[in-house]
């Protein structure tokens, strides 16, 4: 199958600031890499006349790749258990998939994955060790599962533009699996002081930036649960969390803003072979982080409206400005039904004014950041 066209770049959000004076750079998050059994059967016909290749989910993301390697660290969600030699795969409900998947998101241009879901202990810890060595093979880094006590404190680091973060990623739960007692570092999950205090803890260690993911929610409800609305507002009332992104209601969930600090509930899948349009609409979000010189965290957002065709399984930017070309008419009026879906939902959070919506501004725009 020939490979789709990629998308033209829109500018980047985030203005450049003199790095004596103050320190800038982007984060991009996406949905739920969720393979099922159709989304494995379409990579293996891609790399059907590669006979060095299993699988190849590359040109499945490829009108998204400039999107992706627009941002100076993209992070994707890997939500199922990933198998080193592209044997043993099981599907719903305990996962094994192709790692495959690894090398071609890190070819697309993404710089780490979080891995604390309800999946993540499906094959028990030798699926949590296996995957995580997929990753590292793949030269992804990762966060929300470890191999050591050790993994689980340094994997939360990340330098970028000079800046050093934190990311800490976890789990509503595990699908009725529990963490080995004796292993208690293996996958993280949601506590809201287990949190707080992890939170404190790599900030009291340096980091500028902490960012929290969360496999939270109720599955394909648009709306925020009682626990997202009031959990998430809680986490970004600390000092020590700045911005919190959402993953697994497999549905795109809307954006607050809170004093100046980002609340995404949930971006959709990215990759999966669910049939309910709603559940193929997806959002790419893009944080300009600005780090002024006296410690001051400036953050805009830009909500990225994509969408998964059912026939081909490829992930298109569903904006105009952004999308091939040479679509054709039935996809383009798809694109045009998944961004207005988006949009109304996106419309019922707190965020929706002060963020941007593809290359287009979605409301007034936001207010001039102070000088650094």
Not at 34 to 44: E, F, G, K, S, T
Not at 120 to 136: A, C, H, N, R, S
Not at 255 to 284: F, H, K, T
């Amino acid at each position: 199958m020939p490979a789709p066209s990629e998308a033209t770049v829109s500018p980047p959000l985030a203005s450049t600031t003199s790095a004596s004076r103050a320190r800038s750079f982007t984060l991009a998050f996406t949905g739920d890499l969720l393979l099922h059994q159709r989304v494995n059967a379409v990579a293996a016909a891609h790399a059907a006349d590669d006979p060095g290749r299993d699988y190849d989910y590359a040109p499945l993301l490829a009108p998204i790749a400039p999107l992706v390697r627009a941002a100076d660290w993209a992070v994707c969600h890997v939500e199922v258990p990933l198998s080193a030699d592209n044997t043993r795969l099981r599907p719903y409900p305990t996962f094994r998939v192709p790692g495959d998947i690894a090398r071609n998101v890190a070819a697309v241009g993404y710089d780490a994955c979080t891995t604390a879901s309800n999946h993540v202990l499906d094959q028990g810890p030798d699926g949590v060790i296996e995957t995580l060595g997929v990753l590292d093979a793949a030269g992804l880094e990762h966060t929300g599962s470890a191999r050591s006590a050790d993994e689980a404190r340094q994997e939360v680091w990340v330098q970028v533009a000079g800046v050093r973060f934190a990311h800490l990623a976890y789990a509503y739960g595990f699908n009725g699996f529990t963490v080995p007692r004796d292993l208690p570092w293996m996958a993280n999950v949601i506590d809201e002081e287990t949190i707080l205090a992890d939170a404190a803890a790599v900030r009291r260690e340096g980091a500028e930036l902490v960012v929290v993911s969360l496999h939270w929610g109720e599955q394909y409800q648009s709306a925020p649960t009682r626990q997202q609305r009031e959990l998430g507002p809680r986490l970004l009332a600390s000092p020590d969390v700045d911005l919190v992104i959402g993953h697994h209601a497999h549905v795109v969930q809307p954006i607050d803003r809170i004093d100046g600090e980002w609340l995404v509930y949930g971006l959709g899948n990215l990759l999966s072979a669910q049939s309910s349009p709603v559940r193929r609409d997806e959002l790419l979000v893009e944080v300009a982080v600005t780090v002024a010189a006296d410690g001051t965290l400036i953050t805009e957002l830009r909500a990225l409206p994509l969408y998964l065709d059912l026939d081909s399984l490829v992930v298109y930017p569903s904006s105009p400005a952004l999308r091939p070309p040479d679509l054709d008419a039935g996809l383009q009026a798809e694109l045009d039904a998944s961004q207005a879906r988006i949009r109304s939902v996106l419309e019922t959070g707190s965020g929706w004014g002060q963020l941007a919506f593809g290359p287009e501004a979605a409301g007034p725009a936001p207010a001039p950041a102070p000088p650094p």
